[in-house]
Nanobody
Framework: QVQLVESGGGLVQPGGSLRLSCATS????????MGWYRQAPGKQRELVAT???????TYTVSVKGRFTISRDNAKNTVFLQMNSLKPEDTAVYYC?????????WGQGTQVTVSS
């Protein structure tokens, strides 16, 4: 059974930065496109960024130019570097394959952007 474990969230002021990590016990990144998703209070979960197994990346419009998705296959880890954070980036962030698989949803990591 594959588990995805997100970490790196926290409280940060507007304009600040955070780096999220997503680790798994088995290397699925070379097989699947991976994605970072987020869910803000009262809103539906949305896709934030993806990275394919050949390192092609995509971003939702609201984070383009501020967030960078990357991965380290040797460490079975996917990262999301978040810069110039805004209050509207506040959400629980999750990683999963893209398209997502129900069995891969983890607990997520909370990101709060507030002064």
């Amino acid at each position: 059974q594959v588990q995805l474990v997100e970490s790196g969230g926290g409280l940060v002021q507007p304009g600040g930065s955070l780096r999220l990590s997503c680790a798994t016990s088995r290397n699925i990144f070379s097989i699947y496109t991976m994605g970072w998703y987020r869910q803000a209070p009262g809103k539906q979960r949305e896709l934030v960024a993806t990275i394919s197994n050949v390192d092609t990346t995509t971003y939702t419009v609201s984070v383009k130019g501020r967030f960078t998705i990357s991965r380290d296959n040797a460490k079975n880890t996917v990262f999301l570097q978040m810069n110039s954070l805004k209050p509207e980036d506040t959400a629980v962030y999750y990683c999963n394959t893209y398209p997502s698989k129900t069995e891969y949803w983890g607990q997520g990591t909370q990101v709060t952007v507030s002064s």
